[in-house]
């Protein structure tokens, strides 16, 4: 199995001068979720109160947190009891959509600034779409609003082999394949608008994981990016635990005092065997 830092690793690592840039973090296993993934909530830290919209055509949508031993177990349902932040949008006429939003306490997108996002997902249905953006701003009001301000946008679209990246030039496939065990999703920021997308995917049968990198992309209207969006648009397929898409690890780092390279900082998620 490929070792990685847990969530109660990283915050014991934090003490070290080496993830000294690590300004923000949060888990779905923080007490914060432990109601539920609400309005306003908010965990870890560096980060403002998440905040949600859906909309539904005679189908279902929505968010919650997920369990490993209520809803299978997963790669980004990490640690005990192993949550992770799920949204829903399936078996409807095409208009179920779902998405949340969440300014962060630091502005990113100058050099040395990163983003890093656990991400898994089950079937989805042809031409519906899951993924993240990121976002000048933090408008939060329809789902419409998970565009509004993007720099970049990272999303996975049904009937498609790769994982496609959104940036000023337009779509990219990033050659990262579909596939059922998860993804870290890592945005390095190199100074003037341009990033490096880092795309990780884990295979548990084998325990391996590849690394796609898709370099030197342009932020859209370039500017400091202030909030990310989390969505599913119609991307579900029939319903269940394999037409979710669950987030997890949310990390930002900025470059350690001193320094002017990128802190390292390591995948968060504890490698699980895939829902059967």
């Given at each position: 199995m490929v070792k990685q830092i847990t969530a109660v690793g990283l915050v014991a690592a934090l003490a070290s001068a080496s993830v000294a840039g690590i300004v923000g973090f949060d888990s779905a296993d923080d007490a914060a979720y432990d109601d539920g993934w609400a309005d306003n909530s908010n965990g870890g830290f560096g980060f403002g109160g998440w905040a949600f919209a859906s909309e539904t055509s005679n189908g279902f949508a929505g968010r919650f947190v997920a369990d490993q031993n209520a809803d299978g177990p997963s790669n980004v349902l990490n640690g005990n009891p192993g949550r992770a932040w799920a949204l829903f949008a399936n078996n409807g006429d095409g208009a179920e959509r779902s998405a949340a939003f969440r300014a962060f306490g630091t502005d990113i997108g100058t050099a040395g600034t990163s983003l890093e996002i656990t991400l898994e997902y089950g079937f989805i249905g042809d031409g519906g779409r899951i993924g993240i953006a990121l976002r000048h701003g933090n408008t939060n009001t329809t789902f419409n609003d998970v565009s509004a301000g993007s720099?970049?946008?990272?999303?996975?679209?049904?009937?498609?082999?790769?994982?496609?990246?959104?940036?000023?030039?337009?779509?990219?496939?990033?050659?990262?394949?579909?596939?059922?065990?998860?993804?870290?999703?890592?945005?390095?920021?190199?100074?003037?608008?341009?990033?490096?997308l880092q795309i990780e995917r884990f295979f548990s049968e084998s325990g391996d994981s590849d690394i796609a990198t898709t370099p030197g992309l342009q932020l859209a209207n370039v500017g400091p990016i202030q909030s990310i969006a989390l969505f599913s648009d119609d991307g579900g397929n029939s319903g269940g635990v394999n037409s979710d898409v669950y987030f997890n690890n949310l990390t930002i780092a900025i470059p350690a005092p001193g320094s002017a390279i990128l802190v390292a900082f390591a995948a968060v998620a504890v490698r699980r065997r895939r829902y059967h």
């Open positions: 720099a970049a946008e990272l999303f996975f679209e049904g009937g498609d082999a790769n994982f496609t990246v959104l940036d000023a030039s337009g779509e990219i496939e990033t050659g990262a394949g579909f596939g059922f065990d998860g993804i870290t999703a890592r945005f390095i920021f190199t100074g003037g608008g341009a990033f490096d």
